[in-house]
């Protein structure tokens, strides 16, 4: 069983396929609280549904590309299982986390689009960093800044664990926190 806070089909926003349409599996539960998360509503409500119900559904939305995110989806073990199952019916299957419970269990074909957390979220302490042992190539790791000190502590981690050797990395600004314009040029 999984708790699911919500399935529906929409527009990638996140990733090498940002503009793609994707199928999204929210899973209930959270084991942070960020002060800037946009999907609060996710850390606790959600329904218990089988993972057979949930393969249902991702199928009734005819999409090929599964995005399993959350609240904090590696919190759920069901989530193996249906990683396991879509896979076999041959979807592409990313998974969105926070970074701080070990991924290195997650199917080799799974996505991986996890966060380190930066010191603004206050949650920069949990991050599990034998992690980036597991990213490859096809991963991604993204720094959600909340303004120039996030900026610089992050990009001592990447040159630090030698991020952008090992997969693609990027910047998210935190909504009303600094405006994109100043992440961009901070970053060019």
Known sequence: MLKV?????????????????????????????????????????????AVNDVLKKVKELKGSTVYITGGEPLLQEDVHLLIKNLLVKKYQVLIGTNGTLDVSRLDK?????????????????????????????????????????DY????KVIRKHRLTRKTQVVFSAVFQKIKTATLVKWIL
């Open 5 to 49: 806070t919500e399935i529906y089909k929409s527009i990638q926003g996140e990733s090498r396929l940002a503009g793609w349409p994707c199928v999204f599996v929210r899973l209930a539960g959270c084991n942070l609280h960020c002060g800037y998360c946009d999907t609060a509503y996710a850390q606790v409500a959600g329904r218990e549904m």
């Open 109 to 149: 074909r799974v996505i991986k689009l996890m966060d380190i957390k930066c010191p603004g979220s206050k949650m920069a302490n949990k991050t599990f960093w034998n992690n980036i042992k597991c990213l490859t190539e096809k991963d991604e790791v993204k720094f959600v800044v909340v303004g120039r000190s």
């Open 152 to 155: 610089v502590w992050a990009k």
